[in-house]
């Protein structure tokens, strides 16, 4: 199941069964709100997309997720839905390795209009064209889990993420050339897409970015000390743009 919502008022306009993989939906003018598959979200009337606060629908649905995996007690996750989240991104952040970050988000600072356009954060493809090579990267802000621990920290933690395919069609009318007889509509299409490409690398730093570890999509990793500040880095190496929904961690 997914939500759609309204881009002009974050509004729920439907609720839908998700689309098997590979078929595209048309989605002008909307978004999806992730729903971890196997999370129990009531979409009413009274539902509602922002502000993210505990009982919008990506809150209980995180909150889903956690509760599918009762040896961890606590889950952090950001939606990618507004200004805020963006802060959680950090632009200026460099793998160990010296690769730069490269990714396409919204703004969540000013001085000029802030704002995140849901489902349009991107991780770059590679750039091949320079030596070294450069592929796309998006690392997070430090996550601070010590509230959370009782400043212990924690030793095991699991990754979630959500990718989305898209392609756009131009809007074309013509009566004349190779395009004689063409009359088509703009559109932005949406797909489901693999969630573990081959050219996507996730990693995750439980010592703010010193060092990171290959994660799997959901598949536990534990650690021989227990830390507070994590942070969670997306590397694509292939040639075409990933887009990311969101993503959370659970420990």
């Known amino acids: 199941m997914r939500v759609l919502g309204n881009l002009s008022d974050n509004s729920i306009l439907q609720v839908e069964r998700t689309p098997d993989e590979g078929l595209t939906t048309p989605i002008n003018g909307k978004y999806v709100v992730v729903l971890p598959l196997g999370s129990q979200v009531d979409v009413s009337s009274t539902s ?27 889950i952090v996750f950001n939606p990618l839905l507004q200004a805020t989240d963006v802060a959680d991104i950090d632009l200026t952040a460099t793998l160990p390795t010296g690769e730069i970050s490269r990714s396409f988000v919204g703004r969540g600072a000013g001085p000029l209009p802030t704002g995140c356009c849901p489902n349009s954060t991107i991780i770059l493809p590679q750039n091949d064209t320079t030596t070294p090579v450069r592929p796309g990267l998006l690392i997070t802000d430090t996550i601070d889990i010590s509230v959370a621990t009782g400043g212990v920290g924690a030793q095991e933690f699991m990754v979630y993420w959500k990718l989305y395919g898209f392609a756009t069609q131009n809007d074309v009318m013509s009566d004349y050339g190779a395009t004689l007889g063409t009359n088509t509509p703009a559109l932005r299409n949406i797909s489901e897409i693999d ?11 439980i010592d703010d970015g010193l060092t990171y570890t290959q994660m799997g999509r959901l598949e536990p990793v534990a650690f021989c000390v227990a830390n507070t500040h994590l942070r969670l880095a997306f590397v694509n190496r292939g040639s075409t743009r990933v887009y990311l929904a969101c993503y959370a961690i659970l420990f």
């Open 48 to 74: 509602y997309i922002t502000p993210v606060n505990g009982g919008d629908v990506s809150s209980l649905a995180f909150a889903g997720l956690l509760a599918q995996y009762p040896m961890y007690g606590h």
């Open 195 to 205: 969630q573990e490409p081959a050219d996507l690398e996730v990693y995750l730093s």
